[in-house]
């Protein structure tokens, strides 16, 4: 099979897509490179809506007025938490959430040993809360439980001076675009209340499960005392994420987001592009009923997936939501090689991992068969490639 013709396309910063009847088209209008770019859902094109909605921005949120707070009263609303707190990338809404939780020293994290956390937010829970890390890879290697939570978890015991205790446990709910059951999270909650250790939910792709159908916002953000979500993954903002919990968490959290410089003047001109972002992709439901972009998502990743498996391929991970893990060491091509014949196929990859968000196009989920049908052409030796270990994860792409 050869490769597609790319003569209808058009060059942006290096990068081709697709004309508009031949004339160079408003990258506010249309997907423009994030078309046929499955490396991550950070890619896309902020819409035309967004654009809209700078223009009714008003007033200085240092005063508590404007788009932010009455943004940050919806997000507290659809969540059914007391309080939220606009901020500028998940990085700092988990951040904050840490430094907010963990105040008595000694102390330590629990937390997945693939959690973006540990491995991509530059070492912030050591440097900033001073807290070790207790890192553990679940035994069903999709996601944690509470028989690996008793296992790892370090209890505070009067007397024993020789062990670090933990005093907040971390969960990343999609992980990878594999969901963590409600019922899970729930079980570990419950175990976390009893032994008075706080839990935080890094929840950067939450609207995924929730338009999945795994549970609704308000279900999971009960249980945590913490929750981040993004709004530029999936959703298609430029900028911004929000986190959730108590009245006095927030406020304790405001006071740290101070001092790291967290707080801008007037940014209602990011927070209104986040809410059209939220309303387009989203909705309004805390239920996930007007999710129908992110579903529509959720159905041409399942579509490649069965497209890779149909040709002999192997998949790393479960195709639950957004995500498709390809075994790449099983098809016999290196992540180098994917990239680069990808490109010839007019595809923007990024080793074995393809996110599919909802500015893909029908025309680049048919190059992607055909490119499918290209890599697994030969007769190929194939095995089971489940991910092992966290530096396995990580030579996966260098960030969310």
């Known amino acids: 099979m050869t490769v597609p013709e790319l003569a209808d396309k058009q060059t942006t910063n290096g990068l081709d897509h697709p004309k508009s009847n031949g004339v160079r088209s408003n990258s506010w209008q249309q997907p423009g490179t994030s078309a046929a770019d499955f490396r991550s859902d950070t890619v896309t094109t902020p819409t035309h809506a967004m654009l809209q909605s700078v223009q009714n921005v008003l007033l200085d949120d240092a005063w508590n007025e404007g788009g932010m707070t009455a943004f940050e009263r919806h997000l507290a609303q659809i969540t059914g938490r007391e309080a939220a707190l606009f901020a500028l990338s998940g990085v700092m809404g988990n951040q904050l959430a840490f430094r907010s939780h963990l105040t008595r020293h000694p102390m330590a994290v629990l937390c997945d040993k693939r959690s973006h956390a540990l491995l991509f937010e530059a070492g912030g829970i050591a440097s900033l809360t001073g807290a070790l890390v207790q890192s553990v890879m679940p035994r069903n290697g999709?996601?944690?439980?509470?028989?690996?939570?008793?296992?790892?978890?370090?209890?505070?015991?009067?007397?024993?001076?020789?062990?670090?205790?933990?005093?907040?446990?971390?969960?990343?709910?999609?992980?990878?675009?594999?969901?963590?059951?409600?019922?899970?999270?729930?079980r570990i909650c419950q175990f976390a209340r009893q032994h008075g250790i706080k839990v935080h939910i890094d929840g950067a792709r939450l609207w995924e499960s929730v338009a999945a159908g795994h549970c609704t916002l308000p279900e999971i953000c009960a249980e945590a005392d913490s929750v981040t979500m993004c709004f530029t993954k999936g959703l298609g903002a430029p900028v911004g994420s929000i986190l959730v919990g108590?009245?006095?968490?927030?406020?304790?959290?405001?006071?740290?987001?101070?001092?790291?410089?967290?707080?801008?003047?007037?940014?209602?001109?990011?927070?209104?592009?986040?809410?059209?972002?939220?309303?387009?992709?989203?909705?309004?439901?805390?239920?996930?009923?007007?999710?129908?972009?992110?579903?529509?998502?959720?159905?041409?990743?399942?579509?490649?997936?069965?497209?890779?498996?149909?040709?002999?391929?192997?998949?790393?991970?479960?195709?639950?939501?957004?995500?498709?893990?390809?075994?790449?060491?099983?098809?016999?091509?290196?992540?180098?090689?994917?990239?680069?014949?990808?490109?010839?196929?007019?595809?923007?990859?990024?080793?074995?991992?393809?996110?599919?968000?909802?500015?893909?196009?029908?025309?680049?989920?048919?190059?992607?068969?055909?490119?499918?049908r290209h890599i697994l052409s030969d007769s190929r030796r194939h095995a089971n490639g489940r991910i092992k270990n966290s530096q396995d994860f990580r030579n996966m792409y260098s960030s969310y």
């Open 142 to 186: 999709l996601y944690l439980t509470l028989e690996d939570i008793k296992e790892n978890v370090v209890l505070e015991e009067r007397g024993d001076v020789f062990h670090c205790p933990t005093r907040l446990i971390h969960l990343e709910n999609p992980l990878g675009g594999v969901t963590m059951p409600l019922d899970e999270v729930r």
């Open 246 to 372: 108590s009245d006095d968490f927030i406020v304790h959290s405001k006071w740290i987001m101070k001092s790291i410089g967290g707080h801008v003047r007037q940014p209602g001109i990011v927070t209104c592009m986040a809410w059209a972002a939220l309303d387009e992709a989203f909705g309004r439901d805390p239920n996930g009923s007007e999710a129908v972009l992110l579903r529509k998502s959720h159905e041409n990743a399942r579509r490649i997936a069965e497209v890779w498996e149909e040709l002999g391929g192997q998949l790393v991970l479960p195709a639950q939501t957004n995500h498709v893990w390809v075994d790449l060491s099983a098809a016999g091509i290196s992540p180098q090689e994917w990239v680069k014949q990808g490109e010839e196929w007019g595809l923007r990859l990024r080793g074995p991992r393809m996110i599919v968000h909802y500015q893909i196009t029908d025309e680049a989920l048919d190059r992607m068969t055909g490119f499918l």
